[in-house]
């Protein structure tokens, strides 16, 4: 049996706390947690929505009853196909975190194995994502390349 499940709308505020672990952890990271409460109510729509565009998948936490170990969550949208993937699928992969005292056991490579899987049962033809400098030997061990992508972003 997997350690790895699908979230559900009970670990929901869960996904939230592993998610700012994560946020946290990236260079100029936003600490605020206020924004947790009006988030809540999103994320358990997505949570439930579970043949929807939106997946995460957790562990529980072994030494902590109630609390989560690690987290991936993804999304497929559509794109206009192109010659690497005509039929436009892609998967994105936002946020992975796992809690500092439950790293290095192997949670968020089982994890990423889950929402990879998912990603291939819908048809995505390519999977992005972007990585810290600590999980980018993961992310290359399962097969992603860095691309030439001069991404910009735009906050509105």
């Known amino acids: 049996m997997s350690l790895v499940r699908r ?20 260079p100029g990271g936003d600490s605020s947690t206020a924004w947790h409460t009006e988030a809540l109510p999103s994320l358990r729509g997505r949570l439930a929505a579970a043949d929807g565009d939106f997946a995460a998948f957790v562990v529980d936490h072994p030494d902590r009853p109630g609390r989560l170990a690690a987290l991936v969550v993804g999304t497929v949208d559509y794109r206009i196909g192109k010659a690497a993937n005509p ?30 899987a998912w990603f291939r049962e819908r048809g995505a033809g390519q999977v992005m994502l972007t990585a810290s400098p600590e999980a980018e030997p993961l992310y290359v061990s399962l097969g992603f390349v860095h691309k030439p992508d001069p991404t910009m972003m735009l906050t509105l």
Not at 7 to 26: G, K, S, W, Y
Not at 89 to 114: H, I, K, Q
């Open 7 to 26: 979230a559900t709308t009970e670990d929901a505020e869960e996904v939230l706390r592993l998610r700012q672990v994560m946020i946290d952890a990236l």
């Open 87 to 116: 039929h436009g699928l892609a998967g994105y992969v936002f946020s992975v975190a796992t809690d500092p005292d439950a790293r290095r056991r192997g949670y968020a490579r089982a994890c990423m194995d889950e929402l990879l």
